[in-house]
């Protein structure tokens, strides 16, 4: 029986998490041994082509207690006797001594019935986000008593307490991140700086082939051949739509554009109310959320993209987010802020422009000067594009990875294995 991996996802599959699902393809294309335990069932209706490519089984957890109670129940009597469950026990108490205590309650329970749950083949369990996926996984390791290790992004790196990051990162086998600003924060939590590792996502060039874009002179001066603004993300306070809309407001009335955004989100109706109040709702297509296929036609068929990324009031924050790498790969000139990693992708005046968070004015002077310059979309494009094909690609961090969970049977013994 071959020794298997369990990833631990918050939910799956998602299409606003592309780059989990390539990631799991592309290491199972290397040979690793995956099972996938998510602790949502999907919500969304479509699926992007790669999640029908990954052939890892999934099972779900109880996403709230109540709602399986016998399949919880019947977990903590088989565990409830064993050391593990009283260190276990003992690790989640002092967690939920500090709140939030409903959630950590039913993290608990979702560790105990993953726990009671596994095969005897597992050998690692493996988290993506450092939050409530971690938490999870942390318990049901102790109770387990295997290795875990864990994916850490965006929001759970900088919406989880220091206090919580440095405990996990005390006792997790190792961890990578995708941006070098969240390696440096956790790097310096960690009791050794070599447990966490930078590993961009990249991309899968061969799902993401450069066209042919072919040379415009569109400036925005004719009213029948307006400019294509797009956008893809999902309507939350980090991704500054609503600063966006008031740069669009602001361009000058002589300049002709269309704008087209494609995602879900909590906010995407009180956008809609802005925007028609702006007086710019006629120019705006809201497609809601679309599979990866729908978003690279979209990208084909703009002329600029921007994403007016910003720090949320909770300290929410993109890492470096994906579709900017998806829309350079499409040689699409791309605007966006100076915020978390997109400096570490998008270089100022080379590879697209780069405007402060929060400043509409500054984004409004980005959007008109590359509206009117068509030969400036197309060297910051065909450079952007450069920048990823040379630098971005998603191969050498899958190598990466599958070497540090090793090939089943033959895995590297683990710190507490070996314990």
């Given at each position: ?7 631990v ?15 799991i393809a592309?290491?199972?294309?290397r ?10 069932r999907?919500?969304d209706?479509?699926?992007?082509p790669?999640?029908?490519?990954i052939k890892?089984?999934?099972?779900y ?10 399949r919880?129940f019947?977990?903590?009597?088989a ?6 469950y ?5 690790t989640w108490?002092r967690?939920?001594k ?6 950590r309650?039913r ?7 993953l ?9 690692h369990?493996h988290a993506?986000?450092?939050h409530?996926?971690s938490?999870?996984?942390r ?7 295997l290795?875990w290790?864990?994916?850490a ?9 220091d ?7 005390g006792e997790?086998e190792?961890?990578?991140t ?17 447990r966490?590792?930078l590993v ?6 061969d799902?993401?082939?450069?066209p ?13 051949d307006?400019l ?11 991704k500054g ?10 361009l ?5 554009w ?14 809609k109310?802005?925007?028609?109040k702006l007086?710019?709702g ?5 497609h ?14 703009a ?5 007016a ?22 040689g699409l000139?791309?605007?966006?802020t ?7 992708l998008?270089?100022?005046d ?8 929060e400043?509409p004015?500054?984004l409004a002077?980005?959007l ?5 310059d ?7 494009g065909?450079a952007g ?8 690609s998603?191969?050498g ?6 070497a ?13 294995e070996?314990?």
């Open positions: 029986m071959t020794d298997r991996i369990v990833f996802l918050k939910g799956y599959p998602r299409l606003s998490e592309t780059f989990i699902a390539q990631e592309a290491l199972e294309k040979g690793v041994p995956i099972d996938i335990v998510s602790l949502r999907p919500t209706l479509e699926r992007h790669v999640h029908d490519e890892a089984p999934v099972r957890l109880p996403e709230y207690l109540y709602q399986e109670p016998l919880v019947n977990a903590w009597l565990l409830r006797r064993t050391p593990r009283r260190r276990a026990r003992s108490w967690n939920f500090r709140g939030p205590f409903r959630n309650l993290h608990f329970g979702q560790a105990l019935v726990a009671n749950e596994l095969e005897e083949n597992v050998y369990l993506h986000f450092l409530i996926p938490s999870v996984t318990y049901a390791a102790i109770l387990a008593g290795p290790s864990c994916s992004h965006a929001r759970d790196i900088w919406t989880t307490p206090w919580e990051k440095a405990e996990k990162l997790m190792w961890l990578v995708c941006t070098e600003v969240g390696r440096a924060h956790l790097a310096a939590l960690a009791p050794e700086e070599r966490v590792e961009y996502h990249g991309l899968d060039l799902r993401f082939a450069a042919e874009r072919p040379a415009t002179r569109k400036d925005g001066s004719n009213a029948a307006p294509t603004i797009l956008s893809v993300g999902r309507a939350v306070s980090k739509y609503d600063v966006l809309l008031c740069a669009l407001q602001r000058p009335r002589s300049l002709y269309r704008f087209e955004h494609i995602g879900g989100g909590a906010e995407l109706s009180s956008l109310e802005q925007a028609d007086g710019i006629d120019k705006i297509t809201w809601g959320p679309n599979a990866q296929r729908a978003v690279l036609e979209a990208c084909r068929n002329d600029i993209f921007v994403l990324s910003r720090i949320a009031e909770d300290g929410d924050r993109d890492g470096l987010p994906n579709v900017l790498l998806e829309a350079q790969s499409q000139p791309c605007i966006s100076r915020v978390s990693a997109i400096p570490e998008i270089i100022n080379e590879t697209g422009l780069l405007v402060p968070q400043n004015e500054a002077d980005a008109a000067r590359m509206i009117t068509p030969l400036l979309r197309r060297r910051l065909q594009l450069k920048r990823v094909r040379e630098t971005f998603h191969e961090g899958a190598n990466r990875i599958a540090k969970f090793g090939n089943g049977a033959e895995h590297t013994p683990s710190l507490m070996s314990a």
